[in-house]
Structures are given as structure tokens and as C-alpha cells.
């Protein structure tokens, strides 16, 4: 039975007070497995992000727990969950944020020199398909090609898990599909635990398992049996 690399219960997230309130989480529990790629799916307002942040102890919830493997971050410190986002996740959003006055490489580095035990900055970018633009600036590479060397940076610290938010959002199908294999390749090759938002019902099917979220609950948990190779999504 795969073990639990971050487990909710019950966690409910709510913005505001009043009759003005935005009860963005409304009780969700879930478990995203190691070695796993999760996709979830909902509409914009479903929870996707709020939810991703708050496993990404980016946000806490309002109520309920959250494990990482038998650790609850939900008792934590704030020093505390910025230990574990420095040591335990990577993150890839769907604007790519790199540093425009440093090369593809250097970018990686910023992450490197932090971590405890990194890979080199080649490394990174050759798992991220990126072996032959690493001295680049980011105004010299394609969108996707940025969204990879984020990604590179990502892994770089070598995480227990990457939480990617619309890594597609902005590429159009062909540069998706490229970013996408990065991204399965990864999951593959190192086991890094994976979840993924997307509003693109088609990559659903790269996934080990789909979350589909509505209202702020877990609607529905989707067994992937037959999986698809990112090139075959239809975008």
C-alpha cells in the first residue's frame, strides 16, 4: 500500500468574515501518495490553489490538519514551515519568475547554494531538457524554456515533493508538451512526489491519480489505469 506523503483532515480555508466571508476549503480531506503525479482539476474558485498552497505551507488553513508524511505542519512555527519549504518542496508556477539579470545556470544556483544536498546546476537543467541553453538569459529562451529552467531550479534541491500551479497556463500545446515531459520524466526518473494543477481536462490523463475539486471539496478521486505519454494529451 503506498505511504502518505502528505495526508489533509478536515482542512478548511476561509478569507475574510462576515456575510463578506470566501470559504475557499470547505473540509477537505485527501492523501497525495510518494512516488505519485497527481493532477487536479476544477473550475477557477474550486480550492486547486488554496489547497496546493497550504500542502506547500505557503498558506495555513483555518481549520484542520495537515501532515507531511507523520509531521503535522498545521503545529508548527513559522521559522518551522519555512524550513520545511527550504528543505521539502519544490514549487513551479505558471509565470516562470526568473532573475533576468542571470543566465539559465545562475538562476538554478541561487537555489543550490541554499540547499542541503543539491544537484549540480547542470544536472538540473539536463533533466529539465535544458543541457544545451544553460548560459542563456531568460530574455534569449522561449516561454517554455524558461517554465523548464523554473522547473530545473525547482529540483534542483532535490525535493520530496514539486507542487506545479498552471505550469502549462501560459505555453501553447507544443511548448506544453515539452514542459510536461520534463515533468514526468522527473516523477519517473527520481520518484518526486508530484501534484499538479491544471484547467486542462486533456492532461489529466499523464496522472497516477486525478483530484477533481468543486466548491471548495474534494469531488471526486480518479484511479488512472491507462495512462498517456504527454505528447498524446489533446490540448
Known amino acids: 500500500m503506498a505511504q502518505s506523503i502528505f495526508r489533509t483532515e478536515g482542512v478548511t480555508k476561509v478569507y475574510g468574515s462576515g456575510p463578506a466571508a470566501v470559504h475557499a476549503l470547505r473540509g477537505v480531506d485527501l492523501a497525495l501518495n ?3 503525479l497527481v493532477v487536479m482539476l476544477g473550475a477557477s474558485g474550486s480550492g486547486k490553489s488554496t489547497l496546493l498552497n497550504i500542502l ?20 508548527l512555527s513559522d521559522a518551522a514551515l519555512t524550513a520545511f519549504r527550504r528543505d521539502h518542496v519544490g514549487f513551479v508556477f505558471q509565470f516562470y519568475n526568473l532573475v533576468p ?12 547554494e541554499i540547499a542541503k544536498n543539491p544537484m549540480r546546476p547542470e544536472e538540473a537543467l539536463e533533466r529539465a531538457g535544458l543541457p544545451h541553453r544553460m548560459d542563456h538569459f531568460p530574455a534569449e529562451l522561449s516561454g517554455g524554456e524558461q517554465q523548464r529552467v523554473a522547473i530545473a531550479r525547482a529540483i534542483a534541491k532535490r525535493p520530496d515533493v514539486l507542487l506545479c500551479d ?3 497556463g501560459a505555453l501553447d500545446s507544443k511548448t506544453g508538451v515539452t ?31 486525478v483530484v477533481i475539486l468543486a466548491d471548495g471539496r474534494v469531488s471526486e478521486v480518479i484511479e488512472n489505469d491507462n495512462r498517456i505519454a504527454p505528447a498524446e494529451v489533446t490540448w
Open 179 to 209: 514542459v510536461l515531459e520534463a515533468l514526468v520524466a522527473i516523477n519517473d526518473e527520481l520518484g518526486t512526489a508530484t501534484a499538479l494543477i491544471t484547467h486542462n481536462v486533456g492532461i489529466q490523463k499523464i496522472a497516477h491519480r
Open 56 to 75: 506547500g505551507a505557503l498558506d495555513t488553513p483555518t481549520a484542520g490538519r495537515v501532515f507531511f508524511r507523520d509531521r503535522e505542519l498545521t503545529k
Open 166 to 168: 498552471e505550469p502549462t
Open 34 to 36: 510518494e512516488g505519485e
Open 101 to 112: 539579470s542571470l543566465t539559465a545556470r545562475e538562476n538554478v544556483a541561487l537555489v543550490t
